[in-house]
């Protein structure tokens, strides 16, 4: 296990202050409260909403509590992101720091890094109240790690400080993505790895679809768009147990539809809306996956050549640049 002094002194180079102390640190005011050092004046209104949500999201019972979800997670990730633990046996190196941006309550971290968490210095950071999740959920873990409720565009850390930048499924829902990614390039060592999962603009019918429910949904209370998903999901879910295949018989270019052979839930997952299923999972799970992607109204769906341009033109070179599904694996390397 890593010494018990916080990660984020180590990586500062000064202590934290004490509960309830205060500290400016890159020119923005934090306050210690509850074990987690807090961006004082923490988010515009329309970020303020998705953390309000993501403070609901992340502590819901039966979603990310259980080992059949962090199950998954490794498999998700051996898909996005194709021996990935080997890459991490390989390259993190005892005593490395690691930011895990948009942690949320840790879990996406703790599958990327797992084989390896007893031997790195871990900061998690979000902008939500779900820190305090993370927090409580490490230490029952016993882990020592260092957390921060804060915008990622304004992270305190000097220059060059990480050696791993990790932030699957966080940059499309920034209010610029190139300029998340320019400032997560800051604090990210010369050879040092970023690692990510981005939407990418979707096909034609699924992107006025998702648009359409989108703009119904985030118009509600969380917990009122919790409960307008399920039925949504339970569709996923029925689409899912049906076994027969349909079968395109030719490519249909202008809706970016291939001839093939498709489940009726995958093609309904990839073309028409997202209808999350895995057999795995629990039902509650499952309406967490639709409600994650309907329910925050700012998302963005670049088209990946555009992404692509932003690590580009900092220097990066990919070792995984994977455009399948409705997203972008990256691991790219800072120059």
């Known amino acids: ?9 180590k990586i500062l180079g000064r202590p934290l202050p004490p509960e309830g102390g205060e500290a400016v640190l ?14 004082a004046e923490l988010t ?6 998705m953390a309000d949500f993501y403070d609901l999201h992340w502590k819901l019972p039966g979603a990310y509590d259980n080992e059949i979800s962090d199950a998954f997670q490794i ?3 051996r898909t996005m992101f194709p021996g990935f633990e080997q890459l991490v046996e390989r390259e993190v190196q005892r005593g490395a720091n690691v930011l895990d941006v948009g942690c949320g309550s840790g879990v996406a971290g703790r599958a990327f890094f797992g084989s390896v968490f007893d031997r790195i210095n871990y900061v998690g950071v979000d902008m939500s109240s779900a820190i305090e999740q993370a927090r409580d ?3 029952r873990l016993g882990y020592n790690v260092g957390l921060l409720q804060a915008e990622l565009n304004t992270l305190p850390f000097p220059n060059e400080s990480f050696d791993f930048v990790f932030c699957p499924g966080v940059l499309h829902y920034t209010m610029d993505i190139g300029n998340a990614i320019e400032s997560l390039a800051r604090v990210l060592k010369r050879g040092g790895r970023f690692v990510s999962w981005i939407y990418k603009r979707q096909r034609p ?7 359409y429910i989108r703009s119904v949904i985030s118009k509600m209370t969380p917990p009122e768009a919790f409960e307008a998903v399920k039925p949504l999901t339970k569709l996923g879910i029925a689409l899912g147990r049906i076994k027969e295949e349909l079968e395109i018989p030719e490519d249909i270019p202008f809706l970016e539809i291939k001839k093939g052979r498709y489940s009726l839930q995958r093609f309904f997952y990839y073309h ?8 795995e999972l629990p039902f509650q799970r499952h309406v967490v996956n639709n409600w994650n992607a309907y329910y925050p109204k700012h998302v963005q769906f670049l088209p990946a050549a555009q992404i692509k341009t932003f690590f580009e033109r900092l ?5 995984i640049w994977n455009e399948e599904g409705n997203g972008i694996s990256v691991i790219a390397v800072k120059p």
């Open 1 to 9: 296990m890593a010494s018990q002094v916080n990660p984020i002194e």
């Open 26 to 39: 890159q020119n923005v005011h934090y306050v210690m409260k509850d074990n987690v050092l807090r961006q």
């Open 44 to 49: 515009r209104p329309v970020q303020k909403d």
């Open 75 to 77: 498999e998700l990730f």
């Open 137 to 139: 959920d490490y230490k």
């Open 205 to 211: 019918i699924r992107q006025l679809t998702d648009d």
């Open 272 to 279: 028409i809306m997202k209808l999350f299923y895995n057999p």
């Open 315 to 319: 220097g990066f070179h990919f070792e």
